[in-house]
């Protein structure tokens, strides 16, 4: 049981490129979420998703899409990426049954 | 708007010294509040979730306590081990939404 996995752990961008992000969870959740980490400030929440399917924004859902057609799977993507972006980025999941998010060890995008 | 604060943003400890980490919150309707605690580079790893005032949670040197304004997590004789950045957040009822405070690392010197 891996819980919650993401790819990659690191990645370089230039201004203008798109990219995405993995996510995939092995707990059978419905709910995914995607955050975002800048340094001295709290977690961000961009898109998050109830099931398959179904996706809604966040805060900060700007510059950022996502889909999710299946339970595992709930990928980020950047199009034309921005310095703005530049951040860490983490996946979590979350049971029906319970309210606790379990987050993947993230990844870490700068954009130059 | 929901918020959550956390103090002091860091704290040194000596070993087997006990103290606790604050988190001030304000939110409508809350549905749960949550404890994560995160070391250098890796995701935030689930501790506690609290739901209403008055609940009280322990595991190992660790106990969380709620009101109806705050929560505290209280550390008791600190090892070196539990040196990190401990996260509080908020999930408000209605909403997928986790508000989380800037964190408050940790360093428990051996």
């Known amino acids: 049981n891996a819980g919650v996995t993401q790819t990659p752990k690191f990645r370089i961008l230039k201004i203008g490129q798109s990219m995405t992000l993995q996510c995939t969870q092995d707990?059978?959740?419905?709910?995914m979420y995607w955050y975002r980490q800048d340094p001295g400030m709290g977690l961000k929440l961009i898109y998050y998703?109830?099931?398959?399917?179904?996706?809604d924004k966040g805060e900060v859902p700007n510059g950022y899409n996502v889909s999710r057609s299946t339970t595992e799977d709930f990928p980020l993507r950047l199009e034309l990426a921005a310095p703005s972006q530049t951040s860490v980025y983490f996946c979590?999941?979350?049971?029906?049954?319970?309210?606790?998010?379990?987050f993947g060890p993230g990844t870490r995008l700068t954009v130059t | 708007e929901d918020q959550v604060t956390q103090s002091p943003e860091a704290l040194r400890l000596q070993e087997g010294e006990s103290s606790s980490l604050n988190c001030s919150y304000t939110?409508?309707?809350?549905?749960?509040l949550f404890w994560y605690r995160q070391d250098p580079g890796k995701g935030p790893e689930f501790l506690f979730t609290?739901?209403?005032a008055g609940e009280e949670k322990e595991k190992e040197r660790l106990k969380a306590t709620l009101t109806k304004k705050e929560s505290f997590l209280h550390i008791t004789a600190p090892k070196p081990e539990d040196s990190a950045t401990y996260l509080c957040?908020?999930?408000?009822?209605?909403?997928?939404?986790?508000?989380f405070g800037k964190g408050m690392k940790l360093t428990v010197n051996p």
């Open positions: 998703s109830v099931g398959a399917g179904i996706t």
């Open positions: 939110v409508s309707g809350l549905r749960g």
């Open positions: 609290l739901y209403s």
């Open positions: 957040a908020v999930s408000q009822g209605g909403s997928e939404k986790l508000v």
């Open positions: 979590a999941s979350r049971g029906q049954a319970s309210y606790e998010q379990y």
């Open positions: 707990m059978n959740h419905n709910y």
